[in-house]
């Protein structure tokens, strides 16, 4: 199947530092990628739809100056996560869609855990 | 707008026995349906999928999948659990067209595999 990476696999910051997180699609072109969160216990939550050459498209309740996006190519997405505090720590999941058969698949990235001290 | 119910959050089984882990969804058409495993470390793979058609899926590992619309329900079913197959397991739905890749996910399932 398809590989979507991400990096970095963990991070740990201060808080009101930035962190920067990219996925990459390996073997396949993907103008569109989302960006998931996942708290502990919890189910992952759709974040934003990044998308190559113009803006991401944010889910309500998601703070876009926040957590800046950015789809510099078709083969990656950046998430930064702006000003951190503790309560942005969680596990970040990427997604990406290929062609598959007739229909398109979604590709996950393997995530990136943020703990923000 | 759409959502996703998985009712057990926790799941014990023999290895050997038999595993039906539980998806209830909300929408008002038939949504695009699947299954993911998420393991430690590893990024969510796709177990299976329902568009159309028939309603039993069939997946990777052994898995399979029958669609209910009268029950709104899409449960994944394994014969003969393995301990490899400890993992978590995510039901997810997605309406599709424009939206297609906006999955909404259920709570999840973990499960446990004794020898």
């Known amino acids: 199947g398809a590989v979507v990476s991400q990096h970095p696999s963990w991070v740990i910051c201060k808080s009101g530092t930035s962190v920067k997180i990219e996925c990459r699609s390996l073997?396949?072109?993907?103008?569109?990628m989302f960006w998931y969160r996942q708290f502990p216990k919890q189910s992952l939550m759709l974040m934003a739809t990044s998308n190559e050459g113009s803006k991401a498209t944010y889910e309500q309740g998601v703070e876009k100056d926040k957590f800046l996006i950015n789809h510099a190519s078709l083969t990656l997405s950046t998430l930064t996560v702006t000003s951190a505090h503790p309560e942005d720590s969680s596990f970040y999941i990427c997604?990406?869609?290929?062609?598959?058969?007739?229909?398109?698949?979604?590709?996950f990235g393997p995530g990136t855990r943020l703990t923000v001290l | 707008a759409q959502s996703v119910t998985q009712p057990d959050i926790h799941i014990t089984v023999s290895e050997g026995a038999s595993l039906e882990l539980r998806c209830n969804y909300s929408?008002?058409?038939?949504?695009?349906l699947f299954w993911y495993v998420q393991s430690p470390g590893q990024g969510l793979q796709l177990l299976l999928k329902?568009?159309?058609?028939?309603?039993l899926v069939q997946g990777i590992k052994g898995f399979e999948a029958e669609f209910k619309r009268s029950q709104s329900s899409f449960n994944l079913r394994k014969p003969s659990v393995h301990w490899s197959d400890a993992a978590e397991y995510f039901c997810a739905v997605n309406a599709g067209g424009t939206s297609y890749g906006k999955l909404t996910f259920g709570q999840g399932t973990i499960l446990t595999v004794h020898p």
């Open positions: 329902y568009f159309s058609g028939d309603t």
């Open positions: 929408y008002g058409a038939t949504p695009y």
């Open positions: 073997d396949f072109q993907a103008t569109t």
């Open positions: 997604s990406a869609p290929k062609a598959s058969g007739g229909s398109r698949e979604q590709f």
